[in-house]
């Protein structure tokens, strides 16, 4: 298939671009390169352009006939969408919609969205799976729901159908060390983490050690990023088997606190991690874990680098490869 991914120059993207590759599809990146790195596009055909620019999606839809669309290009900062709402409704939201109505006028009628955990706010129970409540607690949260809302729409209203995969916290790198996470500024946890251990940080703040968890740290859900790719190239599938819109939650269903993670990253580098007791922050639930059965049945997604220690040392390898020199 010939497959447009915008945003493919960011860190899920561009590991994307990779193993569709390897699944023999063509590759087209549209990618503004605010937050993606060109180096990062290892396959493929790569346009620099952006959602906001409507005569560069239809340059883009006019020039090749696409088969699907998957879209990696929101912002993904929590705190920042809090302090700047508008910088997220435009891009996560209106943005979108300039993709969307593209697709439409070009007749593309697949679409894999990177959905997010944040569109279930404050869990009323742990693992969640796809039926629990949306209520989003933060501008990110809304952004990625409202798009959900919009495909719900676009699908009725025009047969565009979609699928929507909820993450909860990706992480790791590739494992042959050709790509890794390099956001900037970093907020996932093991990035950090580990930017503590090589040395490139101090120490890694821990946000509040009195919650109702096990060691008093949050626990989180993390999902190796091949893992997550995976399920991308089979949602896919499924979509053009079925033609029938989804949405799935995307998880180990294993929970680990952030203690356990700076220990495992301890064991894995043999560092030491300085640590840095901080109070707690606005908006973060004591426990976010996935329940991804759904996925599993559905889609026959079984990951396979779901331990921790397989995550935390590929993240270590592309700190050392990539951030040593």
């Known amino acids: 298939m010939n497959i447009l991914i915008v945003g493919g120059a960011g860190y899920i993207g561009s590991h994307m671009v990779k193993l569709l590759s390897v699944a ?8 503004n390169l605010s937050k993606g790195y060109r180096d990062a596009v290892l396959e493929g055909e790569f346009i620099e352009g952006d959602l906001a620019n409507l005569e560069q999606l239809e340059r883009l839809f006019s020039s090749s006939r696409f088969d699907a669309v998957m879209h990696f290009a929101s912002f993904i900062e929590v705190g920042e969408s809090v302090r700047d709402p508008a910088k997220y409704y ?31 706010g404050e869990p009323r129970y742990t693992p969640i799976d796809e039926v629990h409540a949306k209520s989003p607690i933060n501008p990110y949260g809304r952004s990625k729901f409202m798009v959900e809302q919009m495909l719900e729409d676009y699908d009725k209203a025009h047969g565009l159908k979609s699928v929507c995969l909820r993450y909860f916290n990706a992480a790791g790198a590739d494992v042959e060390g050709d790509l890794g996470e390099r956001h900037n500024p970093e907020t996932h946890l093991i990035p950090l ?14 946000y509040g050690n009195d919650y109702d968890t096990a060691d008093g740290t949050c626990v989180r859900d993390y999902i190796h990023v091949q893992d997550l790719c995976a399920a991308h190239l089979l949602a896919l599938d499924s979509l053009r088997k079925t033609g029938n819109s989804n949405q799935f939650n995307l998880g180990n269903g294993l929970g680990f606190s952030v203690r356990q993670v700076i220990d495992c990253a301890r064991e894995v580098t043999g560092r030491e991690i300085k640590v840095v007791n901080e109070e707690r922050r606005a908006g973060d639930p004591a426990v976010l874990v996935a329940d991804a059965a759904r996925a599993k049945t559905v889609l026959g997604w079984k990951p396979s680098l779901s331990s921790l220690e397989k995550i935390i040392e590929t993240a270590w390898n592309w700190e050392q490869s990539f951030f040593s020199h």
């Open 90 to 120: 435009r891009n996560n939201f209106s943005n979108t919609q300039n993709l969307l109505d593209s697709m439409v006028a070009h007749d593309v009628g697949h679409f894999i969205f990177s959905s997010t955990a944040a569109i279930f």
């Open 193 to 206: 983490v580990l930017q503590a251990a090589s040395g490139r940080r101090d120490a890694i703040a821990i």
């Open 24 to 31: 023999g599809h063509q590759v087209v990146v549209f990618d």
